[in-house]
């Protein structure tokens, strides 16, 4: 097919997603041809740096030869079976390298998107303190600004007004906490500590509730869908100290950060904390299947076990739970972080990247808070002018994408929040490009506003 009929027939059929499908008329989507490495290819032949790692899941970039044998390998033995009454080699391997990545959270349940991962998790917290003595914790508080995924009790679970807002009638409440503090990253002095008043407000509505409080949900130390803000592991410290004392369990949402996008395998490793559930996604697969999975303890376990008319059992169930095909590629992914230390690369490599972020704020001047950990760094978009943000009518963030889309980088701006997220592997050449093209692309769409 031509790249024409492509865009035609895409046009009169495809609703994207995340989209005002409007703006497609104007600007329409890439036809990819194909995918390596940090690169989309499109039917024409040009090359896009992907500096979102195809929303944040790339991590090993696009085609990685080892994670494609390890499915191919997969697929001559079988691409799927339920994984009810069955078991298999893949996942079991898998399973037991999940379980090392943050004891005592050895035991994996599997699902097929973060969503619903982050669901099965606050599932298992609710039926966790009915099976334990304590129905009246049935409720939730999570951080604010924060995003869990797309589902009706995940968008309660966030504070992402722009996705959950037509849906606010059928919302169930759930608790936002005050306010947090952001910082930089970790060179920021703010780092070190969550300030104590931000602290007492949040403690103060923890406090309110204490009793009836099932689980705190959080991505632990950076936000992504909420603007990509950093905040203090000290903040993930006093929330384990305080859920530990009051009963109340911690799900920690690294369906973004988890694989080493923040340096560590996992966020909460800043923090030296275990939460009691961790939701995985993304990185876990690298970007090869739907896959996600919930850890909870051994301990977190028990309280399901039973004979059959206890009523015990966590009766969830998704038709690609488990599903080979990701597995196959889930596993490759971990022994590929592990034998390339690829969290040690992040750690060596994460100041490049927040430095070519950094030329593009010198240079264009239209940049402020500039923040980044391990292997992302973020900035607003001001007027150069007055130093001021631009009114949101005028969409520059979105203005700035395309311009950057034109000289051949994916960017997806939050508003006008700009970001670099791209593959962890990604060459310092391509970083350097990507550099080039936001600059040029911030030029040219902050020219005439
Ligand atoms: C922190 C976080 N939680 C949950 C989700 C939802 O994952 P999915 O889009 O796979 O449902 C996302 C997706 O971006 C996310 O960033």
């Not at 995003?147 to 009638?169: K, M, N, Q, W």
């Not at 406090?207 to 803000?229: H, N, R, T, W, Y």
């Not at 206890?310 to 889930?330: E, P």
Request: proline share 6%; net charge neutral; glycine share 6%.
């Amino acid at each position: 097919m031509k790249q024409s009929e492509i865009i035609a027939l895409d046009a009169k059929h495809v609703w994207h997603p995340c989209a005002q499908m409007k703006d497609y008329e104007d600007f329409p989507p890439l036809p990819v041809a194909s995918a390596s490495g940090s690169h989309i290819i499109t039917k024409d032949g040009r090359r896009i740096i992907d500096a979102i790692s195809s929303w944040w899941c790339k991590a090993l970039g696009h085609g990685h030869p080892r994670i494609r044998c390890a499915v191919e390998k997969q697929m001559d033995k079988f691409e799927h079976v339920l994984l009810a009454n069955t078991c298999n080699e893949t996942v079991a391997e898998l399973s037991a390298r999940l379980a090392g990545l943050c004891p005592p959270l050895t035991r994996v349940f599997y699902a097929d998107n973060g969503s619903t991962a982050m669901e099965i998790a606050m599932k298992m917290s609710l039926q966790y303190h009915l099976q334990t003595g304590m129905p009246e914790r049935r409720h939730f508080a999570s951080l604010s600004n924060g995003y869990h995924g797309e589902s009706i009790l995940t968008l309660a679970a966030g504070d992402c007004e722009l996705y959950s807002s037509p849906f606010a009638a059928v919302l169930p409440r759930i608790q936002k906490l005050a306010p947090i503090r952001y910082c930089s990253g970790p060179q920021d002095p703010a780092w070190q500590g969550f300030p104590e008043e931000a602290w007492n407000k949040i403690k103060n509505s923890l406090d309110a509730k204490a009793e009836q409080l099932s689980a705190i949900i959080f991505e632990p130390v950076l936000q992504g869908a909420g603007g990509m803000l950093i905040y203090s592991p000290d903040l993930l410290r006093r929330l384990r100290d305080w859920a530990d004392k009051n009963h109340v369990q911690l799900i920690a949402d690294e369906i973004m950060t988890g694989f080493a996008r923040t340096g560590p395998m996992l966020a909460c490793e800043h923090a030296g904390i275990k939460p009691d559930f961790i939701a995985l996604s993304k990185g876990l697969t690298a970007g090869w299947g739907p896959m996600s999975a919930v850890l909870c303890s051994e301990d977190t376990y028990m309280a399901f076990y039973g004979d059959y008319f206890s009523g015990k059992a966590f009766m969830h169930s998704n038709t690609y739970c488990g599903h080979a095909l990701g597995a196959a590629a889930a596993l490759e992914t971990l022994k590929i972080f592990e034998e390339e230390d690829i969290p040690g690369q992040v750690k060596h490599r994460s100041q490049f990247l927040a430095d070519c972020m950094k030329s593009v704020a010198d240079s264009t001047k239209s940049l402020r808070n500039l923040r980044s950990i391990g292997f992302m760094a973020a900035a607003d978009i001001v007027n150069p002018s007055t130093g001021q943000p631009y009114p949101k009518e005028l969409r520059i963030g979105f203005k700035a994408s395309q311009a950057a889309l034109r000289r051949g980088a994916l960017l997806r701006p939050l508003g006008d929040t700009i970001y670099f997220l791209p593959p962890l592997n990604t060459d310092n050449n391509t970083l350097t490009q990507l550099a080039e093209i936001t600059e040029a692309a911030l030029c040219e769409s902050t020219k005439n506003a």
